[in-house]
């Protein structure tokens, strides 16, 4: 079986870069590297869809700050965490 992703990967940083430049806040870049490097990319692009303007360029709404859709993740996951053993 072949791959046919050409994609190169992206580092932290680009990756942050890339969210400053669809108009994401980023109050602090070691943070957010931090973050994406634990959690991923893909696992926050869950949380931060409901805070884009646009789906198709997956730009931001004005004054969409990385640490909002972070403390969403964070309520989720707790939330999660909470009912699970419950359920």
């Known amino acids: 079986m072949t791959s046919s992703f050409n994609k190169p990967p992206t580092t932290y940083q680009e990756q ?3 969210l400053r430049k669809r108009g ?3 109050p602090s870049e070691p943070d957010a590297e931090f973050y994406l490097q634990h959690l991923n990319y893909y696992r926050l692009g869950a949380y ?3 805070f884009e ?3 198709q360029s997956h730009e931001f709404h004005q004054n969409t700050s990385f640490d ?3 403390g969403l993740y964070i309520f989720d996951r707790e939330l999660r965490l909470l009912l699970l053993p419950t359920i």
Request: proline share 7%.
């Open 16 to 18: 942050v870069q890339i």
């Open 24 to 26: 994401m806040v980023i």
């Open 48 to 50: 931060w869809l409901p």
């Open 53 to 55: 303007s646009n789906h």
């Open 68 to 70: 909002n859709v972070l």
